[in-house]
């Protein structure tokens, strides 16, 4: 076994010879190391996905401060490797490690992977097989780490099934803790094998899913006919994991780790609610968050006090779902802006709800330091957002953006989907209209053009939502669109920034492919699929060749409309709301797409 000190001295030779950005990483203000001769639990939190993206992740910083604060143990972190360090640390015969002791991965006791996105699956394979885990969870030993996995990127498990040991599902804060706690005692205390660990994990957590003790059967016609348990002593359905208690206890990160190079999100974060009090039918994270859960204005304050003592940040953003959904929302905003303003320190506020708030939130904040106003119409037609149960007005909306406008604000950013069920053309000219209006506003306030961006996603149904049965647009769907979209522009303060269509229709596959899937995304990883959310270094042919290799029909997962009475892979996990619920949803939403049909509204 090399030596931390040893493989950290490797690691610096490899750095002078590659223009890595990992000799940048390591060592940070308010990185925890502990002696390892004093801890009975090692974990490793790993993000797929680059050391800027992930450390700029709330959720990272919470578990790792949570974990921390047990003395018995020690949370460590490491990041997906950029693809000239994997390399050149498989040249050099070293494994990954993590980033505070430069540990190798295959000596802790847990690696819990946080996963935020789908696209980001083959990172969580390189992770594995770069800190020289063994890749399948049936291959692993007694003494290699338990791989866990939780986090939104985990409510369909099943594409992840022969890789991951267990997945946490629902809220880590209580689950992760309660894992940490059975992995290492039974292992400690115990002469059970891995198998039964798991098994006694499995049993005692309702949240937690071992794949290994499920097996799915098909039908002739390739959907699912049952998923079978392997064992009578755990759960035949997986619940999610719910902080019900006092939410204001759960502490908040006041001493997070502070980067040595800009991160995307270079600032303190702090979650002032979870939850969200509204329903939109394309949105999972409003149903997997579900309670709505408060914290108390004092706490946030007080938290966010502490947090820039320890950092020295001069800016904080304070988190949710919905921000201005918080009840106390103008007496927080007003409590922060009197504490932080004398000090210099800006308090942004994403995740704003276009509501009635919206047109007193710039008097409010007025004399701290503006960024762009980001806001989420998601469609730009009433028919259209009564169906999709986003119910918000445009009068609100360009109220707002007035106010903001003579309050300082010098852009505005604004986030839509497309190819939802029942879209018309009218719905696409609606979102220039609703754009090139703002654009208008913005002249008309300051007497010049402000920039106005109309940001494009390309709407993929998620499991545990009522549009789970409905499937996407095809690729020629999304690419017209997309250039219509743009043919329709006649302002230049108008900009439309469509999302990638390829790796849209990749996150359609990943998102809602069965346990047979996993296939595909091992032989697309063995070709070199890496960092599919970047654009320099996803490549979709390399997926093309592996689903022509594996004779997978695409269509069947992505673009297929599903019946009701049809199994989904991720039936078996319950997140949340039950299919009665989602089934009434999507039962109403048929209803109005008919009607809006009638309407003739092309």
Request: proline share 6%; net charge neutral; glycine share 6%.
């Amino acid at each position: 076994m090399i030596s931390g000190d040893a493989l950290r001295d490797r690691v610096n030779e490899l750095l002078g010879k590659i223009e890595a950005p990992a000799q940048y990483i390591g060592g940070e203000l308010n990185s925890v190391v502990k002696d390892p001769a004093q801890i009975t639990a090692r974990v490793c939190m790993a993000f797929p996905d680059a050391y800027t993206i992930g450390q700029s992740h709330h959720g990272l910083q919470v578990l790792y401060s949570i974990i921390n604060a047990n003395p018995n143990w020690w949370c460590e972190r490491v990041f997906a490797p950029w693809p000239d360090f994997e390399l050149a640390l498989k040249e050099a015969d070293l494994p990954l490690y993590s980033l505070e002791s430069f540990t190798p991965l295959i000596h802790f006791d847990i690696i819990g992977f946080s996963l935020q996105y789908e696209v980001c699956y083959t990172n969580l394979l390189t992770i594995l097989n770069s800190g020289r885990v063994p890749m399948h969870s049936t291959d692993r030993r007694r003494e290699d780490p338990l791989i866990i996995a939780g986090g939104p990127g985990a409510q369909n498990p099943e594409i992840l099934a022969p890789f991951v040991d267990l997945f946490v599902l629902g809220d880590g804060e209580e689950s992760l803790p309660k894992v940490t706690d059975l992995w290492t005692t039974l292992r400690r205390e115990t002469d059970l094998s891995r198998e039964e660990i798991l098994a006694k994990i499995a049993a005692e957590c309702p949240w937690a899913y071992v794949p290994r003790f499920f097996e799915p059967d098909y039908k002739a016609d390739g959907t699912l006919a049952a998923i079978h348990r392997t064992r009578s002593d755990i759960p035949a359905q997986i619940v999610s994991c719910t902080i019900t208690g006092d939410f204001d206890a759960i502490p908040l990160p006041t001493k997070p780790v502070v980067s040595h190079i800009r991160t995307p999100h270079d600032r303190i974060a702090l979650e002032i609610m979870r939850g969200c009090p509204w329903q939109c039918r394309f949105c999972q994270s409003t149903v997997i968050k579900r309670p709505l859960r408060l914290r108390k204005v004092e706490t946030i304050v007080q938290a966010a006090l502490e947090a820039y003592r320890n950092t020295g940040y001069d800016e904080i953003s304070i988190l949710s779902l919905s921000t201005s959904d918080y009840p106390y929302f103008e007496e927080l905003v007003k409590r922060m802006h009197e504490t932080f303003h004398p000090l210099g320190v800006n308090v942004s506020l994403p995740s704003l709800r276009i509501n009635n708030q919206l047109r007193t939130l710039p008097k409010l904040v007025k004399g701290i330091r503006k960024a762009g106003l980001t806001l989420a119409p998601e469609v730009a037609r009433d028919d259209m957002r009564e169906q999709i149960r986003k119910k918000i007005k445009n009068e609100d909306l360009y109220e707002g953006c007035r106010e903001a406008f003579k309050n300082g604000w010098q852009k505005v950013k604004l986030y839509f989907l497309i190819g939802l069920p029942g879209e018309r053309s009218a719905d696409l000219d609606g979102i220039i209209e609703m754009a090139e209006t703002i654009a208008r506003i913005g002249k008309e306030v300051t007497g010049k053009w402000l920039e106005v961006t109309a940001s494009v996603s390309n709407f993929v149904p998620k499991p545990h939502t009522p549009y789970q049965w409905n499937g996407m647009q095809t690729r020629e769907y999304f690419a017209e669109a997309g250039r219509y979209l743009r043919s329709r522009v006649r302002l230049r303060a108008v900009r439309i920034k469509h999302h990638d269509i390829e790796t849209s229709f990749l996150e359609g596959i990943l998102t809602r492919g069965d346990r047979r899937t996993a296939a595909l995304l091992e032989l697309a990883w063995r070709k070199g699929a890496r960092f599919d959310g970047w654009r320099e270094h996803f490549r979709p042919q390399i997926w093309h060749e592996a689903v022509a290799e594996l004779g997978i029909d695409t269509a069947f997962y992505a673009q297929r409309e599903r019946p009701v009475s049809e199994m989904l892979p991720w039936d078996h996990v319950n997140v949340k709301r039950g299919r009665d619920f989602l089934e009434g949803e999507y039962g109403k939403s048929r209803i109005q797409l008919k009607v809006m049909a009638e309407a003739g509204l092309n």
